[in-house]
Every structure is written in structure tokens, then in C-alpha cells.
């Protein structure tokens, strides 16, 4: 660590996609809750959800060029030396100029770069920053498998991530945000759902599917609208917002209202007001769906490598959810599983109880710790 600077300065590193921003927000926040005068930097790129939430938490963002990892034999592969170069070297300049004590990466175009920056690779530099690398997802990307390589303490959401070639890394969980963590689902119920405009009685189902939306869900559910309302459930529906959903004016939605809302900003009150979810299933959604303690039909994205079915599969091993492919997803799998599982308040609150005790709710600040036991500092230090 640097003498001179007065308090730890730390670097995360994970943007591109809230998968890989939250989780860097998490321990950011974590890790301010242990030394409240700890510098912590996000790097991101101008193209990344970073640039919006990033300084909504708070933090100050510095941009890098990113280095997406081409997966076949294309042109991008012969310019990637140089762009890793560029975004190394403007990594650099920012570790250097926030005298930078340890880097956190969670994965991502900006990972990369910020490992080559710190040491943790073949890019040598003359003061090697120590490195932290989280891997969220069952399977581990690129970037972070490269970071592993000489990192510090190498972190992992699930075992099994491959991330290191030998042994396993340490599993903690996925650091999720204290306002779902601590999240008291029960007594913010009457509150989220006039919120909402949910009725405050009765069940209510939650849908989304990211941050864009994902039309399967949209169709599946708007299709069963009429069957949803007639079973007395109400629908709280984020259908992403270049997405619609078409839900024809019924009688029964007087009382069993279909709220549909191009994107949700208040997550913890939809989860406050929600039943049961049906959502994808990538990494950051699961660890927030089984922190709180929600029954979930996790729909994993039918492309890709299968890591969203994977992220799953533990919540459904402990009974705290289901998986549905996504093809099978369908009005009449609505009305025929979804709306006898929402009525059964029994089913739900042992599925409930299981989904929680599936997750690492501590994640967060254990990741903390380990940054701090990196860096050489004690929590709750104003100094060093």
C-alpha cells in the first residue's frame, strides 16, 4: 500500500451488464460499511449500464476503452492486441492516479484490462497491485480465468465455475446490495403494493425478465392474463421498455389488477409485494430472488453456453424454485402450474423458506473482508 494517501483506495472492476455491476456495487458498499474513509473506484465503459448506476451509488466512474473477447476466428480477433494495449495503458493511468491498493474485478469487457493493469498478468509493472477475481455465474468467463491466474484470492459464486485450473476457488456466494439483503419482505407488503396498485390482499405474481425484458415471458403470462384474474392473482409485469404487452380490459382486473411497467426502479418494494416471480435466471437474479426468499419458475435463456440453467440449479435442488425451459413456457404452462402454485400458501412459504436458505446473503461483506485481509487494512480504520 501506498504511504502516502490517508485511506485504502480501491478499484472494482465490473461493468458492461448489472450482472457484473451490482455485485462490484455490493462489496463497494461493504467495504465502506468496514472504513468509511476508503476510496472506492469504478471503471466502466461509455457503453455499459455503469454510466447509469454507477453514480447513483455514489461513486466516482472512470471510463476505459473496452475489450470485448471475440468467441470466433473474425477481424476483431487481429485487433485485439492493440485495443487490449490502449485500454491496459488507460487503466494504468487510473490505478496510478487513484494510488490504487487493491483491484476487485467481477468479470466483464472491463476485467481485462484492469488485471493486465494491476500485474495480474503477463503485462508486467514495476509496483504490482494485489488482485481480487468474483466469479458470479456457474461457468466462468475469459477474462476472469486469466485474472485467476495470479490473483491474490480467487472467489467464486457456486463450485464447480472452472475458473481455477487446480483446485477450487473459494466459494462465498454472489455479494448482493443490503437494502435486499436486509429486505423485510413482510412488512413492506401493504406499502409495495399501493405502490404498485396491487390489491393489498391476495397473491401476486412478479415477471421480469432483465433489463430489456424477455419476450417469451411477456407473451406466456399476457396470455394467461384472463385465467390469472379469474383465479383471483394479480400480476406486477416488467416487460422491458422497447416491449409492450397486450392485456385486453377484463371485469375480474377491477380486483386482480395486470400492472404492466416498461421497467422496475424500486426492486426491493416489487419484491415486498410479489408471492412468487417468474424470471430468468441469470446470476445476479437468482441471488436476489433467493436472498429475499421468493419462489421462483426460473426460465433460463434458451442460447449460450447453459450457465443461466446452471445458476439455478442449486435454489431447485434446496426446493426453493423450478426451472421451465424456455420453449416451454406457455399460457397453458401458466394456468395449469403457475396459478395452482400461487394458491397454495402453503407450498409457497416452504418453497420461500428453502430459497432463502439456499443463498449467501453475507456475500457481500465477506468479500469485504477478504479485500481489506488483501490489502493489509483492519476494518472500521480510519487510518493506516
Known amino acids: 500500500m501506498s504511504g502516502e494517501q490517508s485511506a485504502l483506495s480501491v478499484v ?3 461493468g458492461g451488464t448489472a450482472g457484473h455491476i451490482e455485485p462490484a456495487l455490493a462489496v463497494a458498499d461493504a467495504i465502506r460499511e468496514l472504513v468509511p474513509t476508503a476510496t472506492i473506484t469504478a471503471l466502466g465503459t461509455e457503453r455499459g449500464l455503469e454510466t447509469t448506476l454507477v453514480p447513483q451509488r455514489g461513486y466516482p466512474l472512470e471510463l476505459v476503452p473496452p475489450v470485448p473477447l471475440p468467441r470466433k476466428l473474425t477481424a476483431d480477433l487481429a485487433r485485439l492486441p492493440a485495443r487490449v494495449l490502449a485500454s491496459v495503458r488507460r487503466t494504468r493511468e487510473v490505478l496510478d492516479h ?68 487446480r483446485g477450487e476457488a473459494e466459494i462465498v456466494g454472489i455479494p448482493v446490495r443490503s437494502s435486499i439483503t436486509g429486505l423485510d419482505r413482510a412488512a413492506l407488503r401493504a406499502r409495495a403494493r399501493a405502490h404498485f396498485g396491487l390489491p393489498p390482499d391476495g397473491p401476486v405474481l412478479l415477471v421480469f425478465g432483465g433489463s430489456q425484458g424477455a419476450r417469451s415471458l411477456n407473451e406466456a403470462v399476457s396470455g394467461a392474463a384472463g385465467q390469472l ?19 385486453p380490459a377484463r371485469p375480474e382486473h377491477d380486483r386482480c ?28 437474479t437468482v441471488a436476489e430472488v ?11 435463456l434458451p442460447h449460450g453456453n447453459g450457465e443461466q440453467e446452471l445458476n439455478a440449479r442449486p435454489v431447485v435442488a434446496a426446493g426453493g424454485g423450478m426451472i421451465v425451459a424456455d420453449e416451454e413456457l ?15 400458501a402453503t407450498r409457497l412459504a416452504v418453497m420461500g423458506r428453502r430459497a432463502a436458505g439456499a443463498g ?25
Not at 379469474?230 to 406486477?236: K, R
Not at 389488477?257 to 445476479?284: E, Q, W
Open 290 to 300: 433467493s436472498a429475499v426468499g421468493l419462489p421462483a419458475v426460473y426460465v433460463p
Open 330 to 344: 406457455t399460457p397453458a404452462f401458466v394456468a395449469d402450474t403457475v396459478i395452482p402454485l400461487l394458491r397454495d
Open 98 to 165: 487513484v494510488h490504487a491498493d487493491v483491484v476487485v474485478g467481477f468479470g466483464g469487457y472491463v476485467a481485462l484490462p484492469a488485471y493486465l493493469a494491476a500485474g495480474a498478468g503477463p503485462l508486467r509493472r514495476r509496483r504490482r497491485i494485489p488482485v481480487v477475481v468474483h466469479e458470479a455465474n456457474a461457468r466462468a468467463g475469459i477474462a476472469n480465468k486469466i485474472g485467476a491466474v495470479r490473483a491474490a484470492r480467487v472467489l467464486a459464486a457456486v463450485p464447480g465455475s472452472g475458473i481455477v485450473r
Open 12 to 14: 472494482v472492476a465490473g
Open 360 to 384: 449467501h446473503r453475507s456475500a457481500a461483506a465477506e468479500v469485504a473482508r477478504i479485500v481489506l485481509d488483501v490489502a493489509g487494512v483492519e476494518a472500521n480504520r480510519s487510518d493506516r
Open 257 to 284: 389488477p395486470y400492472v404492466a411497467v416498461p421497467y422496475l426502479t424500486r426492486m426491493d418494494l416489487a419484491y415486498s409485494a410479489a408471492d412468487a416471480v417468474i424470471c430468468r435466471s441469470g446470476a445476479m
Open 229 to 247: 384474474a379469474a383465479a383471483g392473482i394479480a400480476v406486477l409485469h416488467a416487460h422491458g421498455p422497447k416491449n409492450t404487452v397486450d392485456v
